[in-house]
């Protein structure tokens, strides 16, 4: 059974602080990795992608992934209140059919 | 451009009824799924489709049923409904090209359904 472990949390940051989110997975032969974000009552929206060993920036958002660890984390710079939501951490299960395993996510609150 | 549009956004149903949700996307995505996601709990993947006429099993397929006669439309069958599928359903598409999953899912708005 392959597994994408995240802390439930809620994970509560002031304003302006870094929130780092975790990952783990079970499944070495995993290729890609998805971090996604949802509103309450919303949709996922894709928000990050990994695929290479290190560290990836998007604007705030860095992904790092460590391969021989199995760990993928989502550190979020200078965090605001509209970034509080749900965070899942996605992998591919590997293979031609592209499916993805889910986290069960972690709730983020950034405190004004 | 709609993306990946499902029908309708809630249902309410009594136990023993059935319905279709309806999953149309515009992107031309060769790959198609279907979630559930339960309170305080990830996506589930229930079916999925790599192309027309081409349908597989997900995680918890029991209850439902799949269909895919064009690339737009995945419509997910729910025949004898059960209070245990009370969820949120979300349909996904991807391009599904190339062999090494680099290949992100895009979300419908999803269908929120209740069985009483």
């Known amino acids: 059974q392959k597994e994408v472990e995240q802390n439930s949390g809620p994970l509560s940051v002031p304003e302006g602080a870094i929130a780092s989110l975790n990952c783990t997975y079970s499944?070495?032969?995993?290729?890609?990795f998805f971090w996604y974000r949802q509103y309450s009552g919303k949709s996922p929206e894709l928000i990050m992608f990994i695929y290479s060993n290190g560290d990836k920036e998007d604007g705030r958002f860095t992904a790092q992934l460590n391969k021989a660890s199995q760990y993928v984390s989502l550190l979020i710079r200078d965090s605001q209140p509209s970034d509080s939501a749900t965070y899942l951490c996605?992998?591919?299960?590997?293979?031609?059919?592209?499916?993805?395993?889910f986290g069960k996510g972690t709730l983020l609150t950034v405190n004004p | 451009n709609a993306g990946v549009t499902q029908t309708p956004k809630f249902r309410i149903l009594k136990i023993g009824q059935s319905m279709t949700l309806q999953c149309t996307q515009d992107m031309n995505h060769n790959y198609m799924y279907w979630y559930r996601q339960d309170p305080g709990m990830g996506l589930k993947l229930i079916y999925y489709?790599?192309?027309?006429?081409?349908?597989d099993k997900g995680e918890v397929p029991n209850g439902y049923n799949v269909s895919r006669s064009t690339t737009e439309d995945f419509p997910l069958r729910l025949e004898l409904a059960a209070p245990s599928q009370t969820s949120v359903y979300f349909c996904?598409?991807?391009?599904?090209?190339?062999?090494?999953?680099?290949?992100?899912?895009?979300f419908g708005d999803g269908t929120r359904l209740s069985i009483l």
């Open positions: 489709s790599v192309g027309a006429g081409i349908t």
């Open positions: 996605a992998v591919n299960s590997g293979g031609s059919n592209y499916k993805l395993t």
């Open positions: 499944d070495r032969g995993s290729q890609s």
């Open positions: 996904a598409s991807s391009p599904g090209q190339g062999g090494d999953g680099r290949q992100p899912q895009h």
